[in-house]
Every structure is written in C-alpha cells, then in structure tokens.
C-alpha cells in the first residue's frame, strides 16, 4: 500500500490531517511526523486539540494529504488513527518537540494512523488511482 514513492514524500514532505465531527470539517498541517517500519504513520501531538476531539466523535477516521509542492507528486491516505499517551514512541516525540521549542512546548501523545487506502493526487493520468 505505501510503496517507496509515498514513503519517501511521506518522510520528506509536510502533512495536512484532516478529520470531521457533526458535519464540521477540521485539517491541521503537522510537522512532528514519521513512517514506522511496520508502515503505519505517527504524528506527535502537540496543538492537536481539535483533531482529537473529532477523533473520538469518529471512530478514529482521518485522511492525510501530503505533496511536494515543485513536482505536485502527492497522495491522500485515509485511515484510522489511535491515540497513546504513553511509550516509546510518545517519549520520542516528547524529546524532539522539546528540544525544538528550548522546553517550551512538549508533545502529549502521539497519533498511531493504520493507512487503510492511498488514492494518487498527482495531476495527470493517475490521479484518483488507488495504490
């Protein structure tokens, strides 16, 4: 599902998440953002407020659209999210978070995204493709 062209826009180029709750749609661009290995997608929460109210309204639905702006390479990834609080990966988070706010800011958690469709945005022949 994620082949080595969304990986490597996906660890190189900047998130847009959107969710909805009763009718009211939400999207927040994130930066503290990564591909696990096992290739579910993890966002550090640190102004995501909103995002995980609809989250919880929703059953988890959320849609990333991420682009590289020059190649208009993109893609949306719809999945299902989770939210920990605790672990190794929220310490990372916490860590990196930190350390580029000087300990002004620190993440609360940290979103797990299982990626259940990838659909193609790139304008041309492919777009609306589902890999």
């Known amino acids: 599902m994620l082949n080595e062209s969304v990986i490597k826009l996906l660890k190189n ?3 847009d998440l959107a969710t ?4 009211e749609p939400n999207v927040v661009p994130v930066a503290f953002k990564d591909v696990a290995e096992d290739g579910k997608l993890v966002v550090g929460d640190v102004f995501l407020d909103t995002t995980l109210k609809n989250l919880k309204a929703d059953n988890g639905k959320i849609a990333i659209s991420v682009y590289d702006a020059k ?5 949306q990834i719809k999945g299902t999210a989770e939210y920990f609080t605790e672990g190794k990966i ?5 860590e990196m978070v930190e350390k580029m706010f000087n300990g002004a800011a620190t993440a609360k958690g940290a979103l ?3 990626p259940e ?4 945005t790139t304008p041309g022949a492919e777009n609306k493709k589902e890999l």
């Open 13 to 15: 180029g900047m998130w």
């Open 20 to 23: 909805c709750s009763n009718g």
């Open 90 to 94: 929220v310490e990372t988070f916490k």
């Open 71 to 75: 190649s208009l390479e993109g893609y």
């Open 112 to 114: 797990v995204i299982t």
């Open 117 to 120: 469709k990838v659909i193609v």
